[in-house]
């Protein structure tokens, strides 16, 4: 069966984990301009790679001519959604949330232009508790709702979980309602977490309203390794210049392991299918272009053209032409990370010694690495502030190509 163009390419790019009813879905899709949304919390003041895949999402809806929608949680925010969870999250006033909404709204911006924004406390905060109990709750069995993930993990964890918390599916549910009601909205999307608190909405609109809604969840992102998506030795990866320079962006994206590059492009870039399947399949020098192409597309959705050309540009100005020196320009790192332990691997990459995961360990194998001139042959050694003399750490990759890292 072919898909409407949407779905075909969601599913091309990897984007699709779980659907209520795909043949209903694309029918829906084929008949007309469909709304789509996806919500954020307000937790943070900005949001990271992490929610990276629902946005690219959001912005396939919109290039195949459908009308994406972005609900901002003024109202969930102040509840917490327990899903994937195993404690409560820090309770924030009106005002943290006010302001945490208005910064992800910027962040949002570039890459959703034209969708529709729109925030769940402009109706649940009038609601009447006993109202809506009135209304909604005989909609909601609690044996089923016990059954969802976001419930289940953290019963079976024995994770205290509050009947605060509890309600987030209800209100969940109430704003998938809100928005059929008001903008005909008939899709929501989200993370894989996200299956119970979907599948309710879409089962309260039907009862309530006699409406056919549909869910479309996306994987869990890891790397090939098995690490969370976005999660660095420095911790998140954010999406605004105020929390992560476009530069340290651009460097997240060019250091990603190798056997990540094809799929990485396929969800975080808007390059042609046909062009990603010549660069996935690129090794040795290619692959580093292939790395750069998705460091420099990635990086520019987020921050713009001009801010990516320029990091592309600093990194080839720092790592590239200095290549020829026996010694390179040193490097700094934070003391806490070197406290720590950095893994050789890491700081080979970083250092510009070697220019991808693979060839660091590669080098490591080939007995080429070295420490204060003292071979290595471990690929999971740490580098701790033990090794520093005078204040620095002598990195080697083979005879002549040489950098010290200080700490700052």
């Given at each position: 069966m072919t898909l409407s163009p949407f779905l075909t390419e969601a599913?091309?790019?990897?984007f699709i984990a779980q659907c209520t009813d795909l043949d209903g879905l694309d029918a829906a899709l084929r008949a007309g301009r469909l709304g789509g949304y996806i919500g954020f919390d307000a937790t943070a003041d900005s949001l990271h790679v992490g929610s990276l895949v629902q946005i690219m999402l959001l912005r396939l809806l919109a290039r195949h001519g459908h009308d994406p929608?972005?609900?901002?949680?003024?109202?969930?925010?102040?509840?917490?959604?327990?899903?994937?969870?195993?404690?409560a999250r820090r309770m924030l006033n009106d005002a943290e949330i006010q302001r945490n909404c208005e910064e992800?709204?910027?962040?949002?911006?570039p890459f959703l232009s034209g969708a529709r924004f729109v925030n769940n406390a402009d109706w649940l905060d009038g609601l009447l508790y006993i109202d809506m109990l009135r209304e909604v709750g005989p909609h909601f069995s609690i044996n089923r709702m016990l059954t969802f993930d976001s419930v289940k993990l953290r019963l079976e964890r024995e994770q205290p979980l509050s009947f605060l918390e509890f309600n987030y599916m209800i209100l969940q549910s109430y704003d998938?309602?809100?928005?059929?009601?008001?903008h005909g909205v008939r899709l929501q999307m989200g993370?894989?977490?996200q299956w119970g608190?979907?599948?309710?909405?879409?089962?309260l609109a039907r009862r309530t309203d006699g409406a056919t809604l549909f869910g479309l969840t996306t994987p869990l992102i890891t790397t090939s390794s098995g690490a969370k998506m976005?999660?660095?030795a420095k911790g998140a990866v954010w999406l605004t210049a105020g929390r992560l320079s476009a530069y340290e962006y651009w460097q997240f994206w060019r250091n990603v392991e190798d056997a990540d590059v094809g799929r990485f492009l396929r969800l975080f870039t808007e390059l042609p299918l046909e062009e990603i399947a010549v660069l996935e399949r690129a090794e040795g020098a290619a692959l580093n272009a292939a790395k750069k192409r998705l460091a420099t597309a990635a990086t520019a959705l987020a921050h713009g053209e001009a801010a990516a050309l320029a990091a592309e540009e600093t990194a080839r100005r720092t790592f590239e032409q200095g290549a020829a020196a026996d010694t390179l320009p040193g490097i700094t790192v934070p003391e806490a990370e070197l406290?720590?332990?950095?893994?050789?691997?890491?700081l080979l990459v970083t250092s510009g010694l070697c220019a991808s995961n693979g060839e660091a360990r590669r080098l490591i194998r080939g007995g080429g690495a070295r420490v204060n001139d003292v071979a290595v042959a471990d690929e999971a050694h740490r580098v701790t502030l033990a090794a520093l003399r005078e204040g620095a750490v002598k990195l080697s990759a083979g005879k002549k190509q040489h950098r010290l890292v200080r700490i700052g």
């Amino acid at each position: 069966m072919t898909l409407s163009p949407f779905l075909t390419e969601a599913v091309a790019r990897g984007f699709i984990a779980q659907c209520t009813d795909l043949d209903g879905l694309d029918a829906a899709l084929r008949a007309g301009r469909l709304g789509g949304y996806i919500g954020f919390d307000a937790t943070a003041d900005s949001l990271h790679v992490g929610s990276l895949v629902q946005i690219m999402l959001l912005r396939l809806l919109a290039r195949h001519g459908h009308d994406p929608v972005v609900i901002l949680g003024g109202g969930t925010t102040r509840i917490g959604d327990p899903s994937g969870k195993d404690e409560a999250r820090r309770m924030l006033n009106d005002a943290e949330i006010q302001r945490n909404c208005e910064e992800i709204r910027k962040v949002l911006a570039p890459f959703l232009s034209g969708a529709r924004f729109v925030n769940n406390a402009d109706w649940l905060d009038g609601l009447l508790y006993i109202d809506m109990l009135r209304e909604v709750g005989p909609h909601f069995s609690i044996n089923r709702m016990l059954t969802f993930d976001s419930v289940k993990l953290r019963l079976e964890r024995e994770q205290p979980l509050s009947f605060l918390e509890f309600n987030y599916m209800i209100l969940q549910s109430y704003d998938f309602r809100e928005l059929y009601r008001r903008h005909g909205v008939r899709l929501q999307m989200g993370g894989s977490d996200q299956w119970g608190n979907i599948v309710s909405g879409i089962d309260l609109a039907r009862r309530t309203d006699g409406a056919t809604l549909f869910g479309l969840t996306t994987p869990l992102i890891t790397t090939s390794s098995g690490a969370k998506m976005g999660k660095t030795a420095k911790g998140a990866v954010w999406l605004t210049a105020g929390r992560l320079s476009a530069y340290e962006y651009w460097q997240f994206w060019r250091n990603v392991e190798d056997a990540d590059v094809g799929r990485f492009l396929r969800l975080f870039t808007e390059l042609p299918l046909e062009e990603i399947a010549v660069l996935e399949r690129a090794e040795g020098a290619a692959l580093n272009a292939a790395k750069k192409r998705l460091a420099t597309a990635a990086t520019a959705l987020a921050h713009g053209e001009a801010a990516a050309l320029a990091a592309e540009e600093t990194a080839r100005r720092t790592f590239e032409q200095g290549a020829a020196a026996d010694t390179l320009p040193g490097i700094t790192v934070p003391e806490a990370e070197l406290a720590a332990g950095l893994t050789l691997v890491s700081l080979l990459v970083t250092s510009g010694l070697c220019a991808s995961n693979g060839e660091a360990r590669r080098l490591i194998r080939g007995g080429g690495a070295r420490v204060n001139d003292v071979a290595v042959a471990d690929e999971a050694h740490r580098v701790t502030l033990a090794a520093l003399r005078e204040g620095a750490v002598k990195l080697s990759a083979g005879k002549k190509q040489h950098r010290l890292v200080r700490i700052g």
